[in-house]
């Protein structure tokens, strides 16, 4: 993850993902999005029939962020 903490002033460059970087849809509390490992968002719509789960911003493969947080959390 890269943060960028002194970088303020420009908006909506950095911060939540909440929306489509490519069609800025956003996002529902329960609807899909699909991130690279740089974070680079998208809709399920964009990502899956636009862009072919691959980031445009970095060619990497994007994921479905529900499932790479499933993965992330440990068993309790
Ligand atoms: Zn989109
Ligand atoms: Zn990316």
């Known amino acids: ?3 960028l903490d002194t970088h303020a002033g420009e908006s909506d ?3 939540d ?3 489509c970087e490519r069609c800025r849809h956003v996002f529902g509390a329960n609807e ?3 991130a690279c490992q740089f974070a680079c968002t998208f809709c399920k719509v964009c990502a899956t029939t636009a862009l072919h789960l691959r980031c445009p911003n970095c060619q ?3 994921e479905d962020t529900r499932l790479i947080d499933k993965n992330k959390q ?3």
């Open 32 to 34: 899909p999005s699909y």
């Open 17 to 19: 993902k909440t929306h």
């Open 1 to 3: 993850m890269i943060r």
């Open 13 to 15: 460059m950095t911060g």
């Open 74 to 76: 440990t068993e309790n």
């Open 60 to 62: 990497g493969v994007l």
